[in-house]
């Protein structure tokens, strides 16, 4: 795994999806809700953690209402106060107080009685840097994903959540360099198709 090629593909993958234009951005939210309101992996969820899309992320922003509506119970990331690198997941209440983390972006006022951990979900959003068709995501490089679903390498038979990687279809590639702490998802959903890996 060469570290310098998965920095320098982060930025290329970066700036393709902060390119696209507003318009584009909106008809890729919509799109993704279309494809995914319907989607069994959707419908059979209850618990059901989202991202709030930054830095040209595809936003989930519409399935997440209407998720709310269907009386889902929702969830959204939230980071431990620094230097803690590990992430948890808030469920959204109806007077949700915000703020924002050290990276600028917007989440819940954290409340570790609303937290809940990962294996107890039925299915996490994940936001992509890129991905490839056999499953292997790129982030951020934080690692905050990786470190909340790292159990999964540890168990021999399956353990929720479902992990679903959305993303712009421009993000994606051939293959990902994969590093060891690399947690694999198990389908991906982008503007414009349905990968089921697993």
């Given at each position: ?11 290329q ?9 507003p ?7 919509r ?9 069994p ?7 059901i953690?989202?991202?709030l ?27 431990r106060?620094?230097?803690s ?19 600028g ?8 009685r609303?937290?809940?951990p ?9 936001p992509?840097?890129?991905f490839d ?19 999964r ?5 399956w ?10 279809d ?29």
């Open positions: 795994m060469n570290t310098a090629s998965r920095s320098a593909l982060r930025s993958l970066r700036a393709a999806r902060r390119a696209l234009p318009s584009q951005q909106r008809h890729a939210s799109q993704l809700f279309r494809r995914l309101a319907q989607h992996l959707f419908r059979r969820s209850q618990h953690a989202f991202y899309a930054n830095d040209g992320e595809i936003d989930p922003t519409p399935l997440f209402k209407h998720a709310r509506q269907l009386g889902k119970i929702c969830y959204v990331p939230v980071l106060r620094w230097p690198t590990k992430m948890a997941f808030q469920r959204l209440t109806p007077d949700q107080r915000w703020h924002k983390n050290r990276f972006i917007r989440e819940p006022v954290a409340n570790a609303l937290q809940a990962a294996w107890r979900l039925d299915l996490v959003m994940m992509l840097v890129g068709p056999q499953g292997n995501r790129l982030g951020m490089g934080g690692g905050f994903y990786d470190r909340a679903l790292a159990y390498q540890r168990r021999r038979t353990v929720g959540p479902r992990l679903l990687g959305l993303a712009h421009c993000q994606k590639v051939a293959v990902l360099p994969v590093a060891s702490w690399d947690i694999p998802l198990d389908a991906i959903m982008t503007d414009q198709e349905f990968i089921s890996l697993r």
